[in-house]
């Protein structure tokens, strides 16, 4: 788990893609359904189920079993991973209340923020916050920020990312530059890692992503990132929270959080942390997300 | 033209060669022609299905203008393929009504939004054709000199079109396989010739050389040089080629004929033009020979002469009485005489043979069968028994043996004279019946000339072979009607 995406609920229905349709079953397949199948059909107490938005980090799937499980000793519950396609996905999944936690993007909490609260903010070199890049290929010396991207292909990574499309798009118009019209063409991805992929391969000359993912990316498949290049980083924002329903109670709630703040005191615990490239949890505060709330003010949506 | 003049050995062999290497070539041609359409058909067939496919899944995307899914379904195709695999496109791409790209698998080549008509020959004649299809079928597109074969599909769902979907095959994959499977069928080619072309040779040697044999056997015979005789097993079969070496055996036997033939004759005109030359000469010695006689007689007659004189005349006489008999010799008179050959005559010839025969201390076989009535002259055929039997014992060694047969045999009296050849064989039996050749010394030669004058003068025959150590001269004397 190396790495989370602007884990959101993600409002705004994306095409399912075929990574992801794959990465699901397989979570289903592996650890998920032995463990919480006879829960789920046994147990007194409702089954507690966790939303992943879709942005992961390939090949993510044992981790989040790995995790899953460890999770189900320590809370002596069963959990339901579900992971979904894009943001609007998990975020529809939170309002129809499909879900009682979820990992989101800090874009789509402010969207949910009447709906959820904050239950803890993951620790990314020690601190909670990321930023947002804006990469080209490697071998593009031309480029050397924002502003000579214009009239290129540009990729974002998904409408309710913060990183891969709100904060490129509020760079632009402090710049003056009206984002609709910025770039000649721009389309989605629908994955951080895939935008990356996308500026690797050529198919964009420019793409915004998320810093935790491409840093991951750097570290897993150094092929891959090594044909991009940074040449715009963003402010520091919130980094994206882990959040409860409203409706969850408070006991749940109180013990999900203990876990999370406590999790990297545990041997195994720590160990997974590792593996997200996390440090640990912090139980965070909604002013941290006070730049991706000004940001969506100046677009008109707060 | 000198190949047309070439031996038969060299021009069969050479033109079946010929023959089997334009055929392997036409075949060997015509595979990889077929080989060469085949791969095309496979490609063709491979774009067809791949387009189909992708049609179905990019509608949608592009309809939504979702760039990323539609670059994902395209690279799907190139998932862990091989590179040199020809029957995949090296190329995937859409093009828009503009003619700009939307979409590609090689973006860094082929970028998104660049305009087709700009990215290099190939794509600005594929832009060009673009422009003109219409419909919803798939389009075969391969240019003069291109190094791509395009296949164009429209992205289209009913009629409803949003973009062009171009396969590009490069001809730069295609064109190897193609070589190595030229290579392949000259390899064979090359086999087969190498196992043909040497059995030709052998055949076409086979067939040629009893031709050329034939051949030149007739051009020896025909220039006069030695004839041979063709073995047996030059060419045992009976085919065409055979039949000729049987004509030409036919050929041969009729020109030996012909030249025995001619030998006989002209030794026959010689013999007989020497007998009248020699006749004439002997008729004009014979005439003042009778004269000087008969005055050499009227001489002594009177008497009355020196004993001088006497002794002198005798000379003269004896003298010329020995010319006297070496031209009778020379005129040969066969019918001098009209007393038939009967056995009186025979036992005189034995008579007259047997001091010599004794005096050699040689065997002598007699064996004499004659007819009642011979109506052969007794002094011609005396003449001729004599000759011979002389001859044979004077040719044969000291207690040799000499035979004389005589016997009728149809319509014919047969002689039959044999002697042992001894250490000397006669000579060239060409010759044995002309005047003054003689086997021996102290003949005159002329007896068995004269033998073979009065044979003639009977219209008879007489041969003259040596076989197995005996010398033969047989005489056949036609036996005649008696004579009123």
């Given amino acids: 788990m190396t790495h989370k995406k602007d884990v959101v609920l993600s409002p705004g229905g994306n095409p399912l893609r075929r990574r992801t349709l794959a990465s699901l079953v397989g979570l289903a397949l592996g650890g998920g359904l032995t463990s919480w199948g006879p829960a ?80 803890a903010v993951p620790l990314y070199k020690g601190r909670p916050y990321y930023r947002s890049f804006v990469i080209v290929a490697a071998g593009n010396k031309a480029v050397t920020g924002l502003k000579d991207l214009k009239n290129s292909v540009f990729a974002y990574a998904d ?21 609709q019209h910025f770039f000649r063409k721009t389309f989605f991805t629908w994955s951080h890692k895939k935008v990356v992929e996308a500026v690797a391969w050529g198919m964009a000359q420019g793409g915004a992503v998320d810093s935790y993912i491409w840093e991951t990316l750097d570290r897993i498949d150094p092929a891959l990132t090594r044909r991009t290049r940074i040449v715009e980083r963003s402010p520091e924002y919130g980094f994206p929270p882990f959040v409860a329903h409203r409706d969850v109670a408070p006991a749940l709630f109180e013990q999900m959080q203990n876990f999370m703040l406590t999790m990297h005191q545990d041997p195994e615990g720590a160990a997974i942390l590792g593996r997200l490239y996390l440090d640990g949890f912090t139980r965070g505060e909604p002013g941290m997300y006070d730049g991706v709330a000004e940001m969506m003010r100046a677009f008109g949506e707060l | 033209m000198k190949l047309f003049h070439l031996s038969l050995r060299y021009k069969l062999p050479l033109w079946g060669s010929l023959l089997i290497v334009v055929s392997v070539a036409a075949v060997s041609m015509a595979l990889m022609l077929k080989a060469y ?12 299905g791949l387009a189909h496919l992708l049609n179905r899944t990019l509608f949608p995307a592009l309809l939504h203008d979702d760039v990323w899914r539609a670059f994902e379904q395209i690279n799907a195709v190139y998932a862990g393929q091989g590179a040199g695999n020809p029957i995949r496109p090296e190329a995937i791409f859409v093009v828009d009504g503009a003619g700009q790209i939307v979409v590609s698998s090689h973006p860094e080549r082929l970028p998104v939004l660049a305009r087709l008509d700009s990215l290099g020959r190939d794509h600005a004649a594929l832009a060009a054709a673009l422009k003109d299809l219409s419909g919803t079928a798939l389009t075969d597109l391969d240019f003069p000199g291109a190094a791509h074969r395009f296949f164009a599909l429209p992205v289209h769902e009913e009629s409803a079109r949003v973009g062009m979907l171009v396969l590009a095959y490069s001809k730069d994959v295609f064109q190897p396989r193609f070589r190595g499977l030229a290579l392949y069928g000259i390899l064979v080619g090359g086999l087969v010739l190498a196992v043909l072309l040497p059995l030709n040779w052998y055949w076409g040697q086979r067939m040629a050389r009893p031709l050329v044999d034939l051949a030149r056997r007739m051009g020896r015979a025909v220039h006069g040089g030695p004839r041979e005789e063709p073995p047996r097993d030059v060419y045992p079969f009976r085919d065409e080629l055979g039949q000729l070496f049987e004509a030409y055996d036919a050929m041969l036997e009729e020109m030996r004929q012909k030249a025995l033939l001619e030998r006989e004759l002209l030794q026959s005109e010689r013999l007989s033009a020497i007998g009248r030359l020699a006749a004439g000469i002997a008729h004009e010695v014979n005439n003042p020979l009778g004269g000087m006689l008969l005055a050499l007689d009227t001489l002594k007659a009177r008497g009355g002469l020196p004993p001088q004189a006497d002794k002198t005349l005798s000379m003269l006489e004896r003298g010329l009485k020995q010319i006297q008999e070496t031209v009778a010799a020379l005129l040969v008179q066969s019918r001098e005489s009209g007393r038939t050959l009967g056995n009186e005559d025979l036992e005189d010839v034995r008579t007259l043979i047997q001091p010599q025969v004794l005096k050699k201390s040689q065997r002598l076989d007699w064996r004499v069968e004659l007819p009642p009535h011979t109506g052969l002259p007794a002094a011609a055929c005396r003449q001729i028994l004599i000759n011979l039997l002389l001859n044979a014992v004077q040719a044969t060694a000291e207690g040799g043996h000499v035979g004389l047969s005589v016997v009728p045999a149809a319509g014919s009296l047969r002689f039959l004279v044999v002697n042992d050849a001894g250490a000397t064989p006669p000579g060239p039996l060409e010759h044995l019946f002309e005047p003054f050749v003689s086997g021996r010394e102290g003949g005159h030669g002329l007896g068995l000339w004269v033998t073979y004058q009065i044979v003639q003068q009977l219209e008879g025959s007489l041969t003259a072979e040596c076989r197995d150590g005996q010398v033969r001269f047989e005489v056949w004397l036609p036996l005649q009607a008696e004579e009123t």
Avoid at chain 1, 52 to 72: C, N, S
Avoid at chain 1, 159 to 178: F, I, K, Q, V
Avoid at chain 2, 37 to 48: F, G, H, I, N, P
Wanted: aromatic share 12%; with cysteine; net charge positive.
């Fill in chain 1, 40 to 119: 789920s059909r046994g147990a007194t107490r409702p089954l507690v189920r966790m939303g992943f938005t879709p942005a992961f980090v390939h090949d993510q799937h044992a981790l989040l079993a790995d995790w899953r499980a460890y999770m189900e000793r320590r809370l002596g519950f069963a959990l339901e991973f579900k992971q979904r396609d894009s943001y609007r996905e998990t975020m529809d999944l939170l309002r129809l209340r499909q879900i009682d936690f979820a990992w989101v993007c800090d874009y789509p909490y402010l969207h949910l923020r009447d709906l959820v609260r904050l239950l």
């Fill in chain 1, 159 to 179: 409408p309710l990312s913060n990183t891969g499309y709100l904060s490129p798009r509020y760079a632009l118009r402090r710049m003056g530059e009206d984002p």
């Fill in chain 2, 37 to 48: 359409e085949d791969l095309r058909q496979d490609v063709r067939t491979s774009a067809s």
